[in-house]
């Protein structure tokens, strides 16, 4: 049985691998001078607006290939469920081989257990690879990344780690559940496509921002919190401040909201929104004549003073881990539950 499921799945077996290869192979000649970049500019910056800039120029360096690499691992599951998971039984289903082989010394259980184990072990370990291999390349990139691009961050979280591994198993037995329960091999696929894309917008949408409780906190104003800061000149208007959605100090944090509060407490603005600031420019720090190149610090000084801060709710990076394993523990829950239905429509329902 071993080596009728192995007959079946090589000419595809053959082509993932193949791909992987090659991904390896790229990976393995750009890396080492990735690294060497990342570690030489380190080394010439100093703490200060210096190592900014470089992180901000090296990783928009690598923006493309950093976003190709990981949308390769995000896209790896849904092809493994729709073109290995969703075929697997059906197209015996719809030929009726299913009964030649049951014909034999072959029971329905041993049948569906041999093709799960060894199609679905190809499919993790093909998929672990990728992640592993992506992660490494990724590594540099991944210390130097602006919000929005860093490892909590939905779309790069999904494509680290052991979480690619639950996708993996997933998407594969949720493909072969579909199949039997459809037994129509492209109706199969379009539904395996459709589910499995709405569990992974559910997951960092609904589920994961709650795996732990998030971390609520007030902050200061500042370069890591403000996108942008300026007043106009003809003395008439006010500071123009527009929030970002990093918080300070925790660098790498996928912040959940950020809100821009006015010293009452009062919501004013959120992030990517521009807010007025009720801070006298007719004299003060804030005035066109203090406001130049080094008058905008004591100009953020003097806000941070009046009382704006602003209000985030963020999951520190601090728990990638934890997130990474409590996610790969659900979707394992899920590809259990998937296998024993199968089993049991194979058993009452398939004939």
Known sequence: MIWLTWRQFRGSAAMVAAALAALAAVLAVTGPGLAS??????????????????????FDAYHTPFMAVGLVVLV???????????????????AGTHLLVWSQTVT???????????????????????????TWWSDPLDKSAPAGYALMDPLVFGARGVAPLGYAAFAFVLGVT??????????????????????????????????MPPVTATFELGDANVQSFGVQRDGGER?????????????GSWVLSSHLLDPSGRVIAGAGESATI??????????????????MAACMAEINRLGYRQLATYQPLARFW????????LYALLTLGLTVLSFWWLRRRVS
Do not use: N
Not at 76 to 94: K, M, N, Q, S, V
Not at 185 to 209: E, G, H, N, Y
Not at 322 to 329: A, K, R, S
């Open 37 to 58: 970049g990342y570690a030489g500019g380190l080394a010439e910056c100093t703490p200060d607006d210096t190592c900014a800039r470089f992180f901000d120029r090296f």
């Open 76 to 94: 790896l599951p849904a092809l493994i469920g729709l073109f290995w998971g969703a075929p697997l039984i059906t197209r015996e289903l719809e």
């Open 239 to 251: 500071p123009q401040v527009l929030l970002d959605s990093a918080v300070p100090g925790h660098m």
């Open 278 to 295: 009720a801070v006298s420019t007719t004299s003060g720090p804030c005035s066109p004549q203090q406001v130049g190149p080094q008058g």
């Open 178 to 211: 579909v199949g039997m329960l459809v037994r129509r091999t492209l109706p199969a696929m379009a539904l395996t496509l459709a589910v499995f894309a709405a569990v992974q917008l559910a997951m960092p949408l609904l589920v994961r921002p709650h795996l």
């Open 322 to 329: 934890p997130f990474q394993w409590i996610e790969t523990g």
């Open 108 to 134: 329905r259980r041993r049948w569906l257990a041999t093709k799960l184990a060894l199609t679905g072990a190809a499919a993790t370990t093909a998929t672990g690879l990728c992640a592993l291999v992506v």
